[in-house]
C-alpha cells in the first residue's frame, strides 16, 4: 500500500513539474515576444527621429537658398538635396497657393465644397455662407474673430468631420491678403477647384509649370480668384524614405525674415510628420 502511494506521489511531482515547465515555458515565450515587440518600436522610433533630423536638414538647405537669393519663390518648386549621401525630395509651396479660409469670397469657398468637399451646390452654397458668417462673429474686441488655425473650420455649424477631412489640405488660415489664390503655387486639387472642377484642364499648366516655364497658361481657370502675389510663408516638405520602402514625411510651414529667437531668418509655426506606406506594385 505504501509502494502505491509513493508512486501515486512521484505521479503527482511529476505533473507538477512537468505544468510548471510548461507555465515557464510560455513565460519565456511571451517575454521574448515582449522584448522583440520591444525592440521593433524602438527600432522605428530611431528610424522616425533620424528621418526628422534629416528632414529637417534638407528643409534647411533650402530655405538657405532662399533667403540668399533673397527672393521668395513665386510658384510650388521641386528640389532634390543631398544630405548624408541620400537624395531627399523637398517640395516647396508658398501658402498663397491655397484658398484662404479668413479671406477667401463667398463663390470660391462654394466651389471648393462642391469639388473637393463632394457635395451638392446647394449645400455648398451654405456651407459657404455659414464659413464667412464664422469668420465674421465679433470677438471681445469687437473685431471680426476669424479662424485662428484651420481646424477652426469645425466650429462651423454643418461642417462636419467628413467635409473637413476632405478640404483641409486646401486651405490655409495663415495669409492676411487678398483672398484669392496663386496659381502657379497651387496643388493639383486647389487648381482644380479654380478650373470650376475640371481636373482635365489643369494638366497642361501643371506640366508647364513643374517644368518651369514662364509663360504658363492660366486662362482656363476663373480671373476672379487667382492672383500671383507670394507672401513670405511657405510650407515645405521633405519625403525621406525609409529601409523597407516605406517614408517619412517632415512638413514644416514657415515665415521667412521674422527675426526669430534662434537667430535664423526665418520662422517655424506649424510643424507635422506622417509615416508614409508604399503603395503595393501595379497600385
Known amino acids: 500500500m505504501r509502494i502505491k502511494n509513493c508512486r501515486t506521489y512521484n505521479g503527482l511531482a511529476l505533473v507538477a513539474v512537468l505544468w510548471i515547465v510548461a507555465a515557464l515555458s510560455i513565460m519565456v515565450t511571451g517575454a521574448m515576444h515582449s522584448v522583440r515587440s520591444e525592440l521593433r518600436l524602438v527600432s522605428h522610433v530611431r528610424q522616425s527621429v533620424e528621418a526628422a533630423a534629416k528632414g ?55 466651389h471648393m465644397f462642391t469639388s473637393a468637399g463632394q457635395l451638392d451646390p446647394d449645400s455648398s452654397s451654405a456651407l459657404a455662407q455659414a464659413v464667412l ?22 466650429r462651423v455649424p454643418g461642417l462636419d468631420y467628413t467635409v473637413y477631412a476632405r478640404i483641409a489640405k486646401l486651405v490655409t488660415a495663415d495669409l492676411q491678403g487678398s483672398g484669392k489664390v496663386n496659381p502657379l503655387a497651387a496643388p493639383a486639387d486647389v487648381l482644380t477647384v479654380l478650373a470650376n472642377g475640371n481636373e482635365g484642364r489643369i494638366a497642361g499648366l501643371i506640366a508647364a509649370r513643374d517644368a518651369g516655364d514662364l509663360g504658363v497658361d492660366t486662362t482656363m481657370l476663373n480671373t476672379a480668384w487667382i492672383d500671383s502675389a507670394s507672401p513670405p510663408l511657405m510650407e515645405l516638405q521633405a519625403k525621406v524614405l525609409q529601409p523597407d520602402g516605406n517614408a517619412f514625411l517632415v512638413v514644416r510651414r514657415v515665415v521667412v525674415n521674422s527675426g526669430a529667437p534662434d537667430g535664423l531668418p526665418w520662422r517655424v509655426f506649424h510643424a507635422e510628420s506622417q509615416y508614409v506606406v508604399a503603395r503595393p506594385s501595379g497600385h
Open 133 to 154: 458668417d464664422a469668420r465674421a462673429e465679433k470677438n471681445e474686441q469687437g473685431r471680426a474673430a476669424r479662424f485662428e488655425a484651420v481646424e477652426d473650420l469645425l
Open 56 to 110: 529637417e536638414a534638407a528643409m534647411q538647405l533650402v530655405l538657405q537658398e532662399i533667403v540668399t537669393r533673397n527672393k521668395m519663390p513665386d510658384r510650388l518648386v521641386l528640389a532634390d538635396i543631398v544630405f548624408q549621401g541620400q537624395i531627399i525630395p523637398v517640395k516647396v509651396m508658398p501658402l498663397s497657393g491655397l484658398i484662404d479660409i479668413n479671406n477667401a469670397p463667398l463663390d470660391l469657398l462654394a
